[in-house]
């Protein structure tokens, strides 16, 4: 493993390689930086310029995108109160009150240096349990695949923030759209409505680009606005000073908080689906949960800053043990590396580490030298990074959309493609008009034929439905399934009767 880590070091340092993740780190910071243009967004943009890359060169620059948007967006929660990604909001809690107090760079660098050490130490288990849990995959038939595939759609359908029906709605409507096409099995056609297009099936990213590009753009261009108060924070001409060794030891000072939300971001990074917002909220509530002095979280406590950083970072580590073990991904930014990987004709999944081993430890490479030259980008560019956000976003939002549409087309050069993300993009929209959750759709998206394929499989293998259930570990993860949904209604019902005792007690 050392040696193959090795050798993924001394290719990711090669020139070519190199500034591939280079740039990557630099978009994803501008990307992380800007109010509304999320990393989904920033690496969609990013990934049609790759297809002409080699699969390494792509997917560093993903890498670099990803680990450098997780770390830019802190920099408007801690001194413009402007959450720059959705998954810095809890970072805004105590990064905007401190910056307020007078200590804008203690701010800014605890939550960048947070997020590098979270990010490390994610590292030490992506490297370390990526091929152990691969290994175990390789030991799953149809069977638990299908359950598998069940568990991470009820997982994310009961975790997101809207009901518990609507989640389960929205991933079912991701694995309808998995239908149209051919029979995976016996190639006969189903709901192409006589269009030959759909004969070939749906192809997945520009339903990925219209569903969550398309969608973000719309809703930021109801809610425009903030840039004057960015360029009135940039013209004060606030001190960023500070320093760093005495950053570092207040944070190493805290080894439990920063092991914990380190943990929780993996964990969370693990589950399909739920992403980097869950991990920040979670982290920063167990820090407050566990504080000894929790009144003071919100007025800027450094505690704060320390746990909601270092998780979304450690995230990223998470999302990537996903994909490259299981071939699920963990978020939507790993959803368009699988689209990627799937350009250049490789499969993720349990196979990957043995069949692809330099490509998977270059990824391992790049993430770890990520985090390295985002410090690098980081130092002496902060105010820069702050300057950016006062592009008007009349100016930016069409820009992302040509390319959004560039990259759509330039899957394989078909305007059909164009089409479908127009389609889905409108369609996303109106999702997220009505309050359905967009991340059960794509997952349906991107797990619904293999849900189907792994169920005719196992039919085909053995016809008896009941060995889903005796199987060992095909039945503990319908059970899992079963566990997670009944949660999520306890949680709901829960919530509905302390809403009905506040009005009462009002």
């Not at 004057?228 to 500070?242: M, Q, T, Y």
């Not at 450094?302 to 071939?327: R, Y």
Request: proline share 5%.
């Amino acid at each position: 493993m050392f040696e193959l880590l090795g050798a993924g070091l001394a290719d990711i340092v090669q020139l070519k390689y190199l500034t591939a993740l280079l740039t990557g780190c630099l978009i994803g910071v501008v990307g992380g930086a800007l109010p509304g243009i999320t990393i989904t967004m920033t690496v969609i943009v990013v990934l049609p310029f790759t297809f002409g890359l080699e699969p390494l060169q792509g997917l560093a620059t993903m890498i670099g995108v990803y680990v450098g948007g997780e770390t830019g967006g802190l920099i408007t929660s801690c001194l413009l109160g402007i959450p720059g990604k959705p998954s810095a909001v809890a970072t805004t809690f105590d990064g905007f009150p401190m910056a307020r107090k007078g200590e804008p760079g203690r701010a800014l660098w605890l939550g960048i240096w947070a997020s590098i050490f979270g990010g490390l130490l994610g590292a030490v288990f992506l490297v370390a349990t990526t091929g152990p849990l691969a290994a175990i995959a390789l030991a799953f038939g149809p069977w638990e695949y299908f359950s598998l595939f069940l568990l991470a759609l009820s997982m994310v359908a009961g975790l997101v923030e809207s009901s518990l029906a609507k989640g389960l709605v929205s991933g079912a409507l991701g694995c309808v759209v998995t239908i149209l096409g051919n029979d995976p099995v016996l190639g006969q056609e189903r709901l192409t409505l006589g269009i030959p297009f759909l004969s070939g099936g749906i192809p997945f990213l520009p339903v990925l680009i219209g569903v969550f590009a398309f969608a973000q753009i719309m809703q930021d261009v109801e809610r425009m606005g903030g840039a004057a108060k960015a360029l009135e924070a940039v013209d004060r001409g606030v001190n960023l000073a500070v320093s760093h060794l005495k950053v570092i030891l207040e944070i190493l000072s805290r080894p439990f908080l920063l092991l914990w939300s380190t943990f929780i971001g993996l964990a969370i990074g693990v589950l399909p689906a739920i992403g980097g917002s869950a991990a920040n909220m979670l982290a920063y509530d167990q820090a407050k949960k566990f504080s000894r002095h929790p009144e003071r979280f919100g007025t800027g406590t450094p505690e704060g800053i320390i746990a909601s950083e270092s998780s979304n970072n450690a995230n990223v580590a998470g999302s990537l043990v996903t994909i490259m073990a299981f071939g699920i991904p963990g978020d939507a930014v790993t959803a368009v590396m699988l689209g990627a990987l799937t350009v250049h004709g490789i499969q993720s999944g349990p196979l990957f580490i043995s069949q692809h081993a330099t490509l998977a430890y270059g990824m391992f490479a790049a993430y770890i030298v990520a985090h390295g030259l985002v410090l690098l980008l980081l130092l002496p560019g902060v105010r820069w990074m702050l300057r950016i956000v006062t592009i008007p976003k009349s100016m930016l939002f069409p820009v992302v959309l040509v390319l959004c549409t560039i990259g759509a087309y330039a899957l394989n050069n078909t305007m059909d493609n164009v089409y479908v993300l127009l389609v889905f993009g409108v369609f996303g929209y109106a999702m997220v008009k009505f309050r359905f959750p967009l991340a059960p759709f794509i997952l349906g998206v991107i797990l619904g034929d293999q849900i189907e394929i792994n169920l005719i499989r196992a039919i085909m293998t053995d016809p008896n439905p009941w060995l889903f259930l005796t199987r060992p570990i095909s039945g503990g993860l319908i059970a899992a399934s079963v566990a997670s949904l009944a949660f999520s209604i306890w949680q709901h019902y829960r919530h509905r009767a302390r809403v009905a005792e506040a009005d009462a007690d009002f």
